[in-house]
């Protein structure tokens, strides 16, 4: 009885490292997964979060009246006394004393700004006023894939003056296309700022078996929207 208990014990032994052979790599393959995702999910959270604080700061602020020096263009002007509502608002992003967890890589991200006038729903202004109405921190990145390869130059909001105005549900992740949506109520008047962040994800352990199911980098996009009473229509004086 004793051998045959031994034997047994040994074709067990045997059995359970052959189930682990087969096991162990699926199991570090969906801890791996889970740390990439992982830290995808933080730093699109920690998107939101830095980009909401910028669109708050541009909110509470006039666009027409701070426009300082560029000289400083773009780091230092976040350490001078100059005004500049643009790079004022992207500063909250790239300064360090509110964004310790997303540094933007000049060559691949960027960070969209947008002002929007709109009267009776309608868009009667855009600014900046230089064509496609998109402030661009880093030479018009947004306009581009993280390899640099060319996306589109169509804004997230493509509204421009005369376009009616709509809402959007946004993409959870990457730059994806708006779903819009016409507004059931709300003000007709009002001012809007859109701030939005283009920001290349590198994986952390960058594994060839993970980069052929998530792309390596990954895009994320956040954006936040606010309203702008700076930049609201004013009525037109009478004679």
């Known amino acids: 009885m004793t051998g045959k208990r031994r034997r047994s014990e040994k074709k067990n032994s045997g059995q359970s490292f052959v189930e682990l052979a087969i096991v162990l790599p699926l199991l570090l393959f969906l801890l791996v997964a889970f740390v990439e995702v992982g830290a995808i999910i933080y730093n699109y959270l920690s ?21 300082g020096d560029m000289s ?30 997303i540094t933007l890589n000049p060559a691949t991200d960027d960070i969209a700004i947008s002002i929007f006038t709109i009267d009776n729903n309608v868009v009667v202004d855009r600014k900046p006023n230089d064509g496609d109405g998109v402030w661009s921190l880093y030479s018009d990145n947004w306009t581009k894939n993280c390899d640099g390869s060319f996306h589109s130059n169509t804004p997230f909001f493509p509204q421009g003056v005369g376009a009616a105005w709509v809402s959007y549900t946004p993409p959870t992740v990457g730059a994806g296309t708006p779903t819009p949506d016409i507004p059931a109520s709300g003000l007709t008047d009002k001012g809007i700022v859109l701030v939005e962040i283009y920001y290349c994800h590198h994986q952390l352990l960058n594994l060839p ?9 990954v895009p994320l996009h956040a954006f936040a929207v606010m309203p702008a009473p700076q930049a609201a229509p004013t009525p037109t004086p009478l004679p």
């Open 209 to 217: 078996l993970i980069s052929d199911i998530i792309p390596n980098p």
């Open 47 to 67: 998107l939101l979060d830095v980009v909401r604080e910028a669109a708050r700061f541009a909110a509470d602020r006039d666009p027409e009246v701070l426009n």
């Open 72 to 101: 400083n263009y773009p780091v230092s002007a976040c350490e001078d006394d100059a005004l500049h509502y643009y790079l004022d608002t992207a500063c909250v992003v790239i300064g360090t004393n509110f964004n310790q967890d």
